[in-house]
Structure formats: structure tokens, C-alpha cells
Nanobody, 121 residues
Framework: QVQLVESGGGLVQAGGSLRLSCAAS????????TGWFRQAPGKEREFVAA????????YYADSVKGRFTISRDNAKNTVYLQMNSLKPEDTAVYYC??????????????WGQGTQVTVSS
């Protein structure tokens, strides 16, 4: 079983940047897609980005395209989410997850505990 731990969240001013990390441990030798989702207070969890095992294919929600970049380092069992030009509406708890992929939560079967990102205006 794979366990996922997110880190890198925090408080940043609008226009700033943060880099989130998602470290995997356990049985990490199987291939899988890693995705990032976020959930703002009072809202449903939404897809942010995903990356294939090889890193060749990446997918983004329209709301973050051009501002966020997902990448992975399989040697370190870590996936990153570089977030630039942050906006107050990016404020949410960010979760990483692994699974077969897609933009729906049911495509992912293991989730991290989440990391808070707060963007002040």
C-alpha cells in the first residue's frame, strides 16, 4: 500500500508562488497517475492537475492552466505542484492522490491528508 504525504502549503500574497510536494512511501514500485485536487471551504473537492507515471503526460484544470506546473521525480517518489501567480480564489486545502487518473475523484484510490494554501489579497 502506498502512503502519500503533502507538504509546502502556507500563506502567500496574491501574485506569489508556492511549491507543493507529495511524497510517496510504501509499495511505490507500481506505476500510477498522481493527481492534485483542492477543496475550498463550503465547496466540493475539485481537480487541479495530474501527471502520468512517466511524466510525459500532464493535465490541468482550466482555472490553473498557465499558472501551475505539475512534475515528478520518481527517483525521490515525489510529485510537485509549482503554483505561480496565485490568486485568492486558489485558497484551499490541496490533496494529492494516486490512481488510474482522470479528473474525477473516483479515479484515485489513495489520498494524502492535505496541505492548506491561503492566498491573501
Amino acid at each position: 500500500q502506498v502512503q502519500l504525504v503533502e507538504s509546502g502549503g502556507g500563506l502567500v500574497q496574491a501574485g506569489g508562488s508556492l511549491r507543493l510536494s507529495c511524497a510517496a512511501s510504501g509499495r511505490t514500485f507500481s506505476t500510477y497517475v498522481t493527481g492534485w485536487f483542492r477543496q475550498a471551504p463550503g465547496k466540493e473537492r475539485e481537480f487541479v492537475a495530474a501527471i502520468s507515471w512517466s511524466g510525459t503526460n500532464t493535465y490541468y484544470a482550466d482555472s490553473v492552466k498557465g499558472r501551475f506546473t505539475i512534475s515528478r521525480d520518481n527517483a525521490k517518489n515525489t510529485v510537485y505542484l509549482q503554483m505561480n501567480s496565485l490568486k485568492p480564489e486558489d485558497t484551499a486545502v490541496y490533496y494529492c492522490a494516486k490512481g488510474s487518473g482522470g479528473s474525477r475523484q473516483y479515479g484515485y484510490n489513495v489520498w494524502g491528508q492535505g496541505t492548506q494554501v491561503t492566498v491573501s489579497s
